[in-house]
C-alpha cells in the first residue's frame, strides 16, 4: 500500500486493520502474504493511534478558547496533513 499513515484517516485505517485481520483469522491467507499485511496493519495501527493521541491532547487541555483552538488546529492536522 502506497498510503503513509498520516495519510489515512481514521475510518479508512480502522476499516483496513478490521479487513486484515478477518483475512488472518479465517486461516486463507497464504504465508507469503502474512509479512505485508502485518506490515499494512502497523501503518493502520500506527493511524489510528495517532488520531486517538489527537483527540486525547484535546480532551486534555483547559478548554480554554485559544487552546481550544490550537487543540483543533492538531487535530486537523492530523486528519490532513500538510505536504
Do not use: H
Not at 486463507?28 to 505485508?36: F, I
Not at 486525547?56 to 480554554?64: F, Q
Amino acid at each position: 500500500m502506497s498510503d503513509t499513515p498520516t495519510s489515512l484517516t481514521y475510518r479508512e485505517a480502522y476499516a483496513r486493520l478490521s479487513r486484515i485481520a478477518a483475512e488472518l483469522e479465517s486461516g486463507e491467507a497464504d504465508l507469503d502474504r502474512v509479512l505485508p499485511l502485518l506490515e499494512e496493519a502497523r501503518a493502520a495501527y500506527a493511524a489510528c493511534r495517532e488520531r486517538i493521541e489527537a483527540v486525547r491532547a484535546v480532551l486534555a487541555g483547559d478548554w480554554t478558547e485559544g487552546d481550544w483552538l490550537d487543540a483543533e488546529d492538531a487535530v486537523d492536522d492530523a486528519e490532513n496533513p500538510k505536504g
